[in-house]
């Protein structure tokens, strides 16, 4: 019988390399902290899990976790893309095939991660079907023995209502269902996770590890993180490689959807965050044309007066539009 566990919080194959227990940040979100004491829970039982959250969200990461704590975690963690597989691939690269050159032997003593299985078509998911245990079938000719997690950043019971995605395949797959949160929604996580990755990459790319300010810290703690943990890697990768906080908070700036232009409501309110925005970016604005002009648009005098680098000045410049007309 399929335990069916929600929690409301949060090339077709490939070997995913396994990372070491010192690569997870569980993080102090009571979400996150649900999350973790089901995964110890369930890791060392064979039911399929479903990894339900936003893109960027860290569905492959929790996925390893899983697959570190199994009683396969010295076997290989296999991947498969589900959107570009197909049916011939799939059945191949999971050994059910009998003209595969593995004699047809289902995988097993393994773990296989369906990426984005709500991409699977309808033949890849007819194919897959047959090959998944339910319940006596466990024990049949052909029948996958390897552990299955399947990611998806899709609402699964929208897809089988919509005839998208075939109800068999959904209650296979859907032993234990993790919902993951969003970033925005774990934000006490961010400083943890921030560091984490600093010191991630400033391994990888052989540099000195930064120290976070504070005020790098506050903007990560206010921007919305659209991207999910995706995003805030990303950002900390280019602290890490340009050695400049600003220019990666500039980025913030450039991407937050409250430093859109907004137009105020008919009856003339508007939030003081959104103000307090727009006027801060006007006297930004306002300070650099001052220094250009007194610099005769000599840009690195410019930065020295401002007391920013120059590579954050020309990314200011580049983002605001500036010319040298405006300087004058």
Known sequence: MTKDTTLTTD???????????????????PAVQTIESVIVEIARTSLPILLVGESGTGKEMFANRIHRLSQNCNKPLARIACASTNPAALVAELGIDPAAQNDGKPRHDMTVLFDEISDLDAACQRSLIGTLPDGDAAGRRGVLKARVISTTSRNLDQEVRAGRFRSELYYRINGVCLRLPALRDRKQDIPALAEFFVAKHAADFGRPRPSLSPRTIGAFMDHSWPGNIRELENVIKKIVALGDEQLALADLDATAPETKQVRPPANGSCSLKVAARAASREAERELIRKALARTRWNRKRAAQELQISYKSLLYKLKQIGFDETEAN
């Open 11 to 29: 090339e077709t194959m490939e070997l995913v390399p396994q990372q070491a227990d010192v690569m997870w940040v569980a993080g102090l979100s």
